[in-house]
C-alpha cells in the first residue's frame, strides 16, 4: 500500500455503505472490507477498464453480495444512499461536477489532485462541514479534505481566502509537508514570473505569489 493510500484509508469512517467513487483498482475499498468497517461497498468508476482491476481485486466480495460494481459517472449508477463517500485521485473540478447532482453525503473524504479550493468553496458554500483538510507528501503533494454534511451554520465556519487556497489545517499547524509545499511552489512561481507573458498572466501570477509569500511569511515569524 502506498502512502497516498495508507493515509486516504486512515481517515475513513465506519461506515454502513460505502462508496469508492473513480475506484480504479479499488485497494481503499479492499481495506474497509476486510477490516469490517462498512457492511456493503459500491465500487464505481466512469471506464469500464478501471472497475474491472477493483472487480477483480475484490471478486470474493462481489461474490458475496457484500460489494456491488457500477460502471457510471460518478455517483449516478448507485442506486441507495451511501453514509461515506470516497473520492479520490482525480481533479477537484471532476469531484465537484460529481457531487453537486447529488445531496452531499453524510461522510465523505476527499482527495482531489489540483484545485483543491474549489472542492472546498462547493463544500462550504453546500453548507458542509469540513473537519480535516490537509497537505501530505507521498513523492507529490496531496490535500485530503474530510467532512460531514450540515453543521455549518456559523458564520465563524466560514473559510477565508487563505484557507480556501491552502485548507484550515495547515495554516492552523502547518506541518513539514505543507511548508516544504509553500516552499517549492513559491520557488515554481518566481520561476514562472521570469518568463515572458501577458500583463494579465503576470498580475495572476503575482497576485498568487502574494499568498504564498503570506502564509510564508508566517512559517518563518513561527522559527
Ligand atoms: C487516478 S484514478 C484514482 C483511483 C483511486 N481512487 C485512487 O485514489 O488511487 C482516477 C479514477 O477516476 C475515474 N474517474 C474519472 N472521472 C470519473 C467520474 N466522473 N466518475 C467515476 N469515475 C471517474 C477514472 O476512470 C480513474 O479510474
Redesign the pocket.
Known sequence: MTKR?SV?CSHLPKARVFA??????G??TQFMLQNGLCERAYI????AG?LKKAETLLAEFLESGQCTAVC???LSGITEPCDCVLI???GGE?IV??LESVPLPQNFVL?PMKNSEKVRGFLIARGARITKDFTFQDGKFYDLIVGSSGGNEHADERYTDFELLFGRDNLLAPTEDFKRKIRRERANLRKRLTAKMSVKSREELLAKLKFYDEVNDVFEDDL
Not at 20 to 25: A, F, N, Q, S, T
Not at 44 to 47: A, F, G, R, V
Open positions: 493510500i486516504i469508492d467513487v473513480g475506484c480504479d483498482h485497494y481503499c464505481s468508476d466512469i471506464s478501471s457510471a459517472d460518478g479520490a485521485g482525480m471532476e461536477h460529481i482527495q
